[in-house]
């Protein structure tokens, strides 16, 4: 079963910087295009970042510039490195696979940008 645990948030000040793990197990992980998305209170989830299996990487324009996103294919892990963190950052970050046509999270890691 595919299992997606994400970790690194927490609270920080705006212009600061924060990284995410995402652990993957369960699944062939180098194989697989990943994604971060994230969720404001009451606002939907959105799409931060995705990372291809080729390396190949994606953003929404509001993080181009300031986060990255990256994969480690021998420990099966996904990260988001956030720079110059904004208020308007905070939201439940969580990690995502489609795996044979089937949506996999985690449950998320909460982070909070306020002075």
């Known amino acids: 079963q595919v299992r997606l645990v994400e970790s690194g948030g927490g609270l920080v000040q705006p212009g600061g910087s924060l990284r995410l793990s995402c652990a993957a197990s369960?699944?062939?992980?180098?194989?697989?295009?990943m994604d971060w998305f994230r969720q404001a209170p009451g606002k939907q989830r959105d799409l931060v970042a995705r990372?291809?299996?080729?390396?190949?990487?994606n953003y929404t324009d509001s993080v181009k510039d300031r986060f990255t996103i990256s994969r480690d294919n021998v420990r099966n892990i996904l990260y988001l490195q956030m720079n110059k963190l904004k208020p308007e950052d905070t939201a439940l970050y969580s990690c995502h696979v489609k795996y044979r046509q089937r949506d996999f999270w985690g449950r998320g890691t909460q982070v909070t940008v306020s002075s």
């Open positions: 369960g699944m062939n992980f180098k194989l697989f295009p």
């Open positions: 990372i291809e299996s080729s390396g190949s990487t």
